[in-house]
């Protein structure tokens, strides 16, 4: 009877872990019904296939549950027996599964996931794979539960830009692997700027063997770099040669991700200029044609007024088309400076001869005339939402990344532009993400990882036909202080997950709190685990103070992102502990003091760094 006893114990205690781990989804489903009973998964659980899918989700699914569980399982097409211990994939057509989604179903035999689609399947396993406790096992329980999902957004974005600081094949494969398992769909690979070429175009050799490589300013302040000389090696760079943007393709393919090439003209293009002079706006220039080494990069963009420049970007386009089975084919578009134009023989030219009253409007003929060169390749040009300017360009998609004086996040839908969200106040993580001066280098905008999380893509001004123009939201970074691998994960993880949340689930099942606690309970450990470098920035302890002149005190502040924990600090110069003062609300101390301040759990563990600061 006590063996007994102990064993509805232990079976109880096992159970009751598996409930917890279901508060644990990013992105967060839309239904989750969690029952009694569960499903046990072993060596001998089949794995039941649609035949279609075979080719490309078998070998997937069966190296990702070795790799979570450390079983060996088995995959067949045929049915499966009555009462036996199996996973099954089942293609639907019920309408209330859309595209991409899925419902997924765990019992006591049997794990059941529906779908219409290779992608609902891919979302599908993606969650199952949360809801299996983590560690390797013989046997493995999970909690038998009822999980019915769709996507909000069909585009779910992450930008890498890899030209500032070039980052190598294996670390484009791996970001996508863990991406992907977020339910991000749209991989947006900024390859080319003004600091690097990154992509092989056998037309123009020159691009990559002069534009991928640059001078050396390694430990320079990004915008301290003096220009290149030419004299001077060119050591820092690198590109992705044809093949190996293929490989990426059909690696991001498997996971269903779509791979958006950028092509970023006509501003930005000083590598391009540096490798082909000849398309600069003066034949006769005195500019610095090498390759920018960063900051900022004078005489960079594009001749609008040559018809060689066209020429040239619709050879490179036919390329870049060919190459990315990607209906999309992002041209940039933003921030050119047009200061040579207005001087350019050739602008003014075209200008006078088309009747434009601006280089506003010859910066959109230049769009439009590329949107032909794009459009005739059979693919959708994307632009940043400065190609609204002037005339626009009718058929393209929009970048609404500006905010303040310029609203394209409003102007964009409501003028029937198809339009992706890339707010940079809420999706630009180049920003750091705690205290700037507790973060690495970076622009001196703290965007926490809570302001990620909250962000509403879908303006309050837009209709219900407008906002229909939304198709997602995508969060970018820009590689001007991401050198190495290490600090590139840093700035991704763990807001792109935040971003994947903001676009895959609907506002009413958001919840700041639940996802920081799924953070904690799951998705660190699984970061860290597949070697993921992970920022734990979301424990910081913000710190304010300001000083009363006239009663000679210090007024001070403390904040912290998250939830459910407390701060301590000290005036000391010691480090805090659960044993110094707890804060709750703002205090007075001496001018000059050394404060320090750390988030602790009810266990008194310190969470992440001690904030350290002198009030003066």
């Not at 329980?141 to 600081?165: A, T």
């Amino acid at each position: 009877m006590k063996i007994n006893l102990l064993f509805v114990f232990l079976i109880a205690l096992v159970f009751s872990s598996g409930l917890k781990a279901q508060n644990n989804f990013i992105p967060q489903p839309e239904s989750v019904v969690i029952k009694q009973g569960n499903f046990i998964l072993s060596n001998t659980t089949k794995i039941f296939l649609p035949k279609k899918f075979q080719k490309d989700l078998k070998p997937y699914l069966l190296a990702k549950l070795k790799e979570d569980t450390g079983l060996t399982l088995k995959t067949e097409s045929k049915r499966p027996r009555i009462n036996s211990n199996y996973i099954q994939f089942q293609t639907t057509k019920e309408a209330k599964v859309e595209s991409e989604g899925y419902t997924l179903e765990v019992s006591d035999l049997k794990i059941i996931i529906k779908a219409k689609d290779y992608a609902g399947f891919f979302n599908g396993f993606q969650t199952l794979r949360q809801a299996i406790p983590l560690g390797l096992a013989e046997s493995i329980v999970i909690p038998n539960l009822i999980i019915k999902d769709n996507p909000r957004f069909n585009w779910r974005g992450v930008m890498l830009d890899v030209s500032r600081h070039f980052q190598p094949k294996a670390f484009i494969l791996k970001q996508i692997d863990v991406l992907s398992s977020y339910k991000i769909n749209k991989f947006h690979w900024h390859l080319v700027d003004d600091q690097g070429w990154r992509i092989e175009i056998k037309k123009y050799p020159n691009l990559t063997k002069k534009g991928a490589w640059r001078g050396d300013r390694t430990g320079i302040t990004w915008w301290s770099r003096k220009p290149a000389t030419a004299e001077e090696p060119k050591s820092v760079g690198g590109f992705y040669t044809q093949d190996e943007i293929k490989e990426v393709i059909e690696y991001a393919r498997v996971r269903n991700v779509e791979v958006i090439p950028e092509i970023d003209v006509p501003g930005h293009s000083k590598a391009l200029v540096a490798s082909y002079p000849e398309l600069f706006c003066y034949d006769d220039a005195k500019a610095n044609f090498e390759v920018a080494v960063g900051g900022k990069a004078p005489d960079n963009a594009l001749c609008a007024g040559k018809e060689t420049t066209y020429e040239f970007l619709e050879n490179v386009i036919k390329e870049v088309a060919e190459l990315f089975p990607s209906q999309y084919l992002h041209i940039g578009g933003d921030e050119c400076n047009k200061t040579n134009w207005k001087k350019c023989p050739y602008c003014q030219k075209v200008k006078t001869e088309n009747n434009l009253k601006d280089e506003e409007e010859l910066q959109s003929h230049f769009i439009q005339k590329v949107n032909k060169i794009v459009t005739a390749q059979k693919k959708i040009m994307i632009g940043w939402d400065e190609i609204l300017s002037g005339k626009g360009a009718k058929g393209a998609t929009i970048m609404a990344w500006r905010r303040g004086k310029h609203s394209p996040q409003i102007d964009a839908p409501k003028e029937g532009y198809p339009t992706i969200m890339t707010s940079y106040i809420y999706s630009y993580i180049s920003q750091v993400q705690g205290p700037s001066f507790m973060e690495p280098e970076g622009p001196n905008v703290v965007l926490p990882l809570s302001k990620v999380y909250n962000h509403e893509p879908i303006p309050l001004e837009l209709t219900a036909e407008e906002a229909s123009n939304v198709l997602g939201n995508e969060t970018c970074l820009w590689g001007e202080f991401t050198p190495t691998e290490a600090h590139c994960e840093y700035m991704l993880y763990p807001r792109a997950l935040a971003s994947a949340e903001v676009s895959w689930s609907q506002p009413k099942v958001k919840d700041w709190s639940r996802f920081q606690s799924a953070l904690e309970k799951w998705h660190f450990k699984r970061l860290e685990t597949a070697k993921v470098n992970v920022a734990k920035s979301m424990y910081s302890v913000y710190l304010s103070f300001a000083i009363d002149e006239l009663h000679n005190e210090a007024i001070v502040y403390l904040q912290t992102e998250t939830v459910g924990y407390d701060i301590y600090y000290t005036t000391d110069g010691t480090d805090p502990t659960i044993n110094a003062t707890k804060y709750d609300e703002n205090f007075k101390t001496s001018p000059k003091t050394l404060l320090k301040a750390g988030l602790f759990d009810k266990s008194g563990e310190l969470l992440g760094e001690i904030t350290e600061l002198r009030l003066k």
